[in-house]
C-alpha cells in the first residue's frame, strides 16, 4: 500500500467516524475570545433575511459569524481604538479569509471603524445563544436532509446558482474525500464536505483540503 492510498484511507475513515446524529451543538463557553479582522455590511442588505431568519436592519446591533450560535452576544473590542460594543449574532459570514466577523452598519460606527471598512478586533462571547433557529435546506441532493440537520459542523467548497456545477464539484469531492453533499438554501447550491461533532474535527480536514488546493470555510449547520 503506497503513501498517497494510506492518506486517502486515513481521511475516509476520519470523515466517516464524523458522520453520526447528534443530540445538541457544544456548548461555547461564556469568555471564549477570538481574533482577527471585522468588516461591516449596511443598506445593500437591509430588509433580507439573514441566515438566522431573522431581517436584516444595518442600523441595530448585530452581527454575521461563521460557527457561532445565532443569538449569541459577542463584546467587539476594535483593538485599534479600544471601542468596544456589544452585538447579537444573527447571520453567517464572512466569507472571506483572514475576516471573523461581520457587523452590521451601526456596529461598525459604535466601533469606529465605518469609513475604513475593517478592523483589527477581538470578540467575545457574553452570552450563549440556543443556536440552530432559522435557515435550513429547502432540499438536500444526494445525502440525509435529517442526518444534515444534526451535524453541528461543515465545510463548504463551492456555492452555485446552476445545479449542474454544484453536481460536478460534488462528483470530484466524492471521488477524493468520500464525503461531499449539496444542500440548497434558496437558490443556492451549496456543496460541502463532512459531518463534524466540533469544530477541531473539521478543521483537520479543512487543512488536508487546502493543501489539495481547494478554498472554502468552515462553517455550523442551523
Keep these: 500500500m503506497n503513501k498517497k492510498t494510506s492518506v486517502v484511507i486515513i481521511l ?3 470523515l466517516v467516524g464524523c458522520i453520526k446524529k447528534l443530540p445538541k451543538p457544544p456548548e461555547i463557553e461564556k469568555g471564549y475570545t477570538e481574533k482577527g479582522i471585522a468588516s461591516w455590511y ?10 438566522s431568519g431573522e431581517i436584516f ?4 446591533m448585530t452581527a454575521a459569524h461563521k460557527t457561532l450560535p445565532f443569538g ?25 479569509r483572514g475576516r471573523i466577523i461581520d457587523c452590521s452598519k451601526k456596529g461598525a460606527k459604535e466601533l469606529g471603524y465605518y469609513s475604513a471598512g475593517t478592523a483589527k478586533v477581538r470578540i467575545e462571547v457574553v452570552k450563549e445563544g440556543k443556536g440552530r ?5 429547502t432540499e438536500v441532493i444526494d445525502g440525509d436532509k435529517n442526518k444534515i440537520l444534526d451535524e453541528t459542523f461543515t465545510i463548504q467548497v463551492g456555492a452555485f446558482k ?9 462528483e470530484i469531492l466524492l471521488k477524493k474525500f468520500g464525503d461531499a453533499y449539496i444542500a440548497k438554501f434558496k437558490d443556492f447550491y451549496r456543496v460541502r464536505v463532512g459531518h463534524f461533532k466540533n469544530e477541531k474535527e473539521a478543521e483537520m480536514i479543512f487543512e488536508i483540503l487546502q493543501k489539495s488546493g481547494y478554498e472554502g470555510f468552515i462553517t455550523r449547520n442551523d
Design 133 to 137: 433557529s432559522g435557515e435550513s435546506p
Design 162 to 170: 446552476e445545479i449542474e456545477n454544484a453536481k460536478r464539484l460534488r
Design 12 to 14: 475516509c475513515l476520519l
Design 57 to 60: 436592519d444595518p442600523d441595530k
Design 72 to 96: 449569541t452576544i459577542v463584546s467587539v473590542t476594535n483593538l485599534d481604538n479600544g471601542k468596544t460594543a456589544q452585538l447579537k449574532i444573527n447571520d453567517r459570514g464572512p466569507f472571506v
Design 42 to 51: 449596511g443598506d445593500e442588505f437591509k430588509g433580507k433575511p439573514t441566515a
